[in-house]
């Protein structure tokens, strides 16, 4: 790229559209909404009245919830649709007319269609329909407004090749942060994924003899991750795009939906929440503890690998002589260990210790079930985590747990052999290839038949 600014746009950042396509997808919700209330208020008032009570009103109740309930099953809000405004039309009329039909079949059923008016539950049906066309049309260019063009954020990586992005997309080199994806660290992977978090697509444009580092690097993040080549180079690709008159392999994606997301973030905030509340008289409890024992603080804070590989702060009960805290953890904790103090004992065995990462989770760095986050020194064998197996960063594209899976098969304690850190990485890949809510709530009720053991000194 020669001599070319780093970034193409004015800031150096790009358009988070994630809010940009929540928000639009509820622009299409209140459309719908609001049509079939017009659609049956209309003929309610030429039928029966100006007043707020009748048949009109408890018709659009009673198909309201049916329908959106439809339309979303129906995918008639999902994200492919805010930019193809006749699929999202398409989808929403069926969605409708089945609702029609279910409460028809219910009015029947019960014997209630007498009490209801035929000429306002037709005329309404039909008003609605037309409605629903019209406000999807004026939703959809407010969408469009809304979205400014783009549907997704596309960050390009510009590595070792001569490769011109298209205008107006974000773009930059490796080598302008100081990021070489075949020597880095966790502070380099923290440096990167900063840069790239709001992107949508991830481009990296490069010579074949890089794929696979960076096919590397790209799976470690929560990211649909794209190499721009024509040769598959023995890579595990997932899909192929398209990126202008070029050929892209898809070598990783979001690990979960939004909606997976947001039931999964559902479940943290009430389980954590609930037992913060609960546990507090521990929790104040371990704290004058530890602070009657020895000087200086109750909480021990250390730097751990989260999701997209970017560092953050973890919580943990002070279980060590505050002067011979180790807060990289290069050294193994031992049996007997003279750095831990007798409370610092307890606490660990019974794993109380961990249980200020409820704050983390409350704060949206972690999640109550996950993979474990590590140390950045943490070793197996003498070797760094990430020199046992080239897949160990994988394990980043999803938030890191308070307990996980590995944890319930009793894969815990120190690493001192390649095969500790081995065996519950096999753990951990094989949650997030197999995630779901209800394999979540198992592993916390799980979780507390193991919260005691003897692998923790």
């Not at 979001?254 to 389980?271: A, T």
């Not at 943990?316 to 953890?329: G, H, L, P, V, Y």
């Not at 019974?350 to 079930?369: A, R, Y």
Request: proline fraction near 4%; charge should be positive.
């Amino acid at each position: 790229m020669g001599d070319a600014a780093p970034w193409s746009s004015t800031d150096g950042k790009v358009v988070d559209r994630k809010f940009r396509r929540i928000l639009s997808s509820v622009v299409l919700i209140a459309a719908d909404i609001l049509a079939v209330f017009v659609g049956f208020l209309l003929p309610h008032a030429v039928y029966i009245g100006p007043h707020w009570s009748g048949h009109g009103i408890v018709m659009a109740s009673t198909l309201l919830p049916l329908f959106i309930g439809v339309s979303l099953s129906h995918h008639a809000y999902s994200f492919d649709v805010l930019t193809n405004g006749n699929a999202g039309i398409a989808r929403t009329l069926r969605s409708f007319l089945f609702a029609v039909l279910i409460v028809a079949l219910m009015a029947y059923a019960i014997k209630a269609g007498a009490d209801f008016s035929r000429a306002v539950f037709l005329s309404g049906t039909a008003i609605s329909l037309a409605f629903i066309v019209v406000f999807r049309l004026i939703a959809t260019n407010m969408v469009g407004r809304i979205l400014g063009g783009s549907l997704h954020s596309i960050i390009v990586v510009v590595d070792d090749v001569d490769f011109v992005p298209q205008k107006d997309d974000v773009w930059f080199t490796p080598q302008s942060i100081g990021f070489d994806p075949a020597r880095y660290g966790p502070y380099d992977l923290d440096t990167f994924a900063s840069r790239v978090r709001s992107a949508d697509r991830l481009l990296i444009a490069c010579s074949q003899e890089r794929y696979q580092q960076w096919a590397s690097v790209l799976r470690g993040l929560a990211v649909q991750g794209e190499i721009l080549a024509e040769a598959d180079g023995g890579l595990g690709i997932i899909a192929l795009g398209r990126y202008g008159k070029g050929q892209t392999m898809q070598v990783s994606s979001r690990q979960l939906s939004l909606p997976d997301r947001i039931l999964k973030r559902f479940l943290d905030v009430i389980v954590a929440g609930a037992a913060v509340i609960i546990l507090s008289p521990l929790l104040i409890a371990t704290a004058i503890a530890i602070r009657i024992e020895s000087r200086g603080p109750a909480l021990f804070i250390q730097s751990r690998i989260g999701r997209d590989n970017r560092l953050f702060p973890m919580y943990k009960f002070r279980s060590m002589f505050t002067e011979q805290c180790d807060a990289d953890a290069a050294q193994l904790t031992q049996r007997n260990d003279a750095r831990v103090t007798r409370v610092g004992n307890f606490i660990r065995r019974m794993s109380i210790d961990e249980l200020p990462q409820l704050f983390n989770v409350l704060k949206g760095d972690m999640s109550i079930v996950g993979p474990r986050p590590h140390a950045l020194s943490a070793k197996a064998a003498d070797k760094l985590y990430w020199d046992v197996d080239p897949r160990y960063r994988h394990r980043h594209s999803m938030k890191p747990g308070i307990t996980g899976l590995a944890q319930v098969r009793g894969h815990r304690g120190n690493t001192e052999k390649t095969e500790d850190l081995t065996n519950r990485l096999q753990a951990d890949l094989e949650y997030l290839a197999n995630w779901s809510i209800w394999r979540d709530i198992s592993i916390i009720f799980q979780t507390i038949g193991v919260l005691r053991h003897d692998n923790a000194f």
